[in-house]
């Protein structure tokens, strides 16, 4: 990877995980020291879990991919905490049984709900991990940012069928399967009887601005990260944002 990839991937990444870090310090003020329970569905090769592993938590990673859960292992044994992560393969239909019910303080899902067989069932499914209180990070893909990034690439076709499509998806070589918006994602939430606390919008100028620019300019990678963090919460670039990052509670 190299240098201006990492910074782009800190700059997409660093809001997240900011908010996350203030939601799991809330919900660690109920016992405090002991640590949390948290489930990272479609964790991967470990990106959360093992940060959040470092900082005393106790992480279960579900991934159907045997190959990220062995990097996922590799890398929780090279920071020194193979103890407080575990890898599991499943899906989210399989969560309750392989994380068991009520067993979570927290549950991740990064970038899943839009590839999963049923993103309903799947709400429900993490609603069932969470402890009462219990915390949901949920990313997800935006409708709005890939209907003006196909118009700004000039593929206006594309953009016209993204915005109608009930998928957010632009045609048959679309590799997203599904996006959201924020109207329709809040709804699926209580549905499954979550309650939002928060909204936040990610990556609505990292993958705008030109890498060259990022890669070369002194300060523009700080300054960059700086915008996207005022920006995150304005309701009108939140909207155009690639990624919605959601915080809520059941």
Do not use: Y
Request: net charge negative.
């Amino acid at each position: 990877m190299t240098m201006v990839d990492r910074r782009r991937r800190s700059v997409r990444t660093a809001l997240v995980a900011e908010a996350l870090r203030v939601a799991l310090a809330a919900r660690a003020r109920i016992d405090p020291g002991a640590g949390l329970d948290i489930v990272d569905l479609g964790g991967g090769t470990g990106g959360f879990a093992v940060p959040l592993a470092v900082e005393g938590h106790r992480v279960t990673v579900v991934d159907p991919s045997p190959d990220a859960l062995a990097s996922l292992e590799r890398r929780a044994r090279d920071e020194g905490v193979s103890e407080l992560v575990r890898g599991v393969q499943g899906d989210a239909a399989e969560l309750p049984g392989l994380a068991g019910e009520s067993s979570a303080d927290a549950v991740l899902c990064h970038g899943v709900l839009e590839v999963v067989d049923d993103p309903v069932q799947a709400l429900h499914a993490m609603g069932s991990v969470l402890r009462e209180g219990g915390v949901l990070s949920l990313l997800v893909a935006q409708r709005n940012a890939v209907v003006l990034a196909r118009a700004l690439a000039g593929h206006l076709n594309d953009a016209r069928v993204a915005l109608q499509d009930p998928d957010g998806r632009w045609g048959a070589s679309d590799p997203m399967p599904r996006r959201f918006d924020e109207s329709g994602i809040r709804a699926q939430l209580a549905d499954a009887g979550f309650m939002v606390h928060t909204v936040h919008g990610v990556r609505t100028f990292a993958d705008l601005v030109p890498s060259a620019f990022v890669d070369s300019e002194p300060g523009a990678a700080e300054s960059l990260a700086e915008l996207e963090r005022a920006a995150s919460q304005h309701p009108a670039f939140r909207a155009i944002a690639t990624q919605l990052h959601i915080l809520a509670t059941r």
